[in-house]
C-alpha cells in the first residue's frame, strides 16, 4: 500500500483546468517536498514540478504545483490534448528511507 | 544535453541473475546521485534504489532490498543494478534516473530496459 494516495484517472476538455491530487494520512504525508512526473503514452517519465511547486526549465507555465500538511496536488490549466497522459507524484519518505511513488492519475483529455 | 542509455534486459527465468546498465553522458556523473525506478507491464513506477554520487551510500526498496545491489563506476560513466533471485514479479521496465537536489527530484530518465522473468 503506497504512503501516497493518487484517483486513478481524470478527464476534462480543451482549455480547462484540471486538479490532480496525491494524499496521504498527516501522520504518514511526507514533510519532505513533493514531485510530480508526467508519462506520456508509451515514453519514458519526466520530471514536471519540484520542490512542491517549481518547473523545470521547458515546462509549461500552465503546470503548477502546491502542497498543504496532508496533500498535494498538480494543477493544469488551459488543458492541450497533449496533456494526456498519467501523472504520479513522489517524495522521500524518511520514516521507510525510500522514494514513494503514487499510484498514478491517468488523464484524459475530452 | 543529458542521455542515460540502459541496457542488459531480457528474458530470464526466476532464480536467475542479470546486470543492468545504464551509459551516462552530457553532465558530471561522478557528482551526481543516481536512482533505478521499475515499472511492471500497466502499473505504476516503483522505486528501487539509489546511490550517492560517490557510491558510499545506496538504499534499496523493500521489494528488492537483499536481492538487487546497485553499484557505479565513475571512470566509465557507467550505472549497474545487480538482481539476483529473480522472480516472475520483478518483470518490469527499469529505468536509470539522474538526481538533482532533492531526493526524490529525478531530472532526467533513460528510455528503459525491459526485464521479463518467466519459465
Known amino acids: 500500500q503506497s504512503v501516497l494516495t493518487q484517483a486513478p484517472s481524470a478527464s476534462g476538455t480543451p482549455g480547462q483546468r484540471v486538479t490532480i491530487s496525491c494524499s496521504g494520512s498527516s501522520s504518514r504525508f511526507p514533510l519532505n517536498t513533493v514531485n510530480w512526473y508526467q508519462q506520456l503514452p508509451g515514453t519514458a517519465p519526466r520530471l514536471l514540478i519540484y520542490?512542491?511547486?517549481q518547473r523545470p526549465s521547458g515546462v509549461p507555465d500552465r503546470f503548477s504545483g502546491s502542497k498543504s500538511a496532508t496533500s498535494a496536488s498538480l494543477a493544469i490549466s488551459g488543458l492541450q490534448p497533449e496533456d494526456e497522459a498519467e501523472y504520479f507524484c513522489?517524495?522521500?519518505?524518511?520514516?521507510?528511507?525510500?522514494?514513494?511513488f503514487g499510484g498514478g492519475t491517468k488523464l484524459t483529455v475530452l | 544535453q543529458v542521455h542515460l542509455v540502459e541496457s542488459g534486459g531480457g528474458v530470464v527465468q526466476p532464480g536467475s541473475s542479470l546486470r543492468l546498465s545504464c551509459a551516462a553522458s552530457?553532465?558530471?556523473?561522478?557528482?551526481?546521485?543516481m536512482h533505478w525506478v521499475r515499472q511492471s507491464p500497466g502499473k505504476g513506477l516503483e522505486w528501487v534504489a539509489v546511490i550517492s554520487y560517490s557510491g558510499g551510500d545506496k538504499n534499496y526498496g523493500a521489494s528488492v532490498k537483499g536481492r538487487f545491489t546497485i553499484s557505479r563506476d565513475n571512470s566509465r560513466n557507467t550505472l549497474y543494478l545487480h538482481l539476483s533471485g529473480l522472480r516472475p514479479e520483478d518483470t518490469a521496465m527499469y529505468y536509470c534516473?539522474?538526481?538533482?537536489?532533492?531526493?526524490?527530484?529525478?531530472?532526467?530518465w533513460g528510455q528503459g530496459t525491459l526485464v521479463t522473468v518467466s519459465s
Open positions: 552530457g553532465f558530471s556523473f561522478s557528482d551526481s546521485g
Open positions: 513522489a517524495a522521500w519518505d524518511d520514516s521507510l528511507n525510500a522514494l514513494v
Open positions: 534516473a539522474k538526481r538533482s537536489g532533492s531526493l526524490a527530484t529525478l531530472d532526467s
Open positions: 520542490d512542491n511547486n
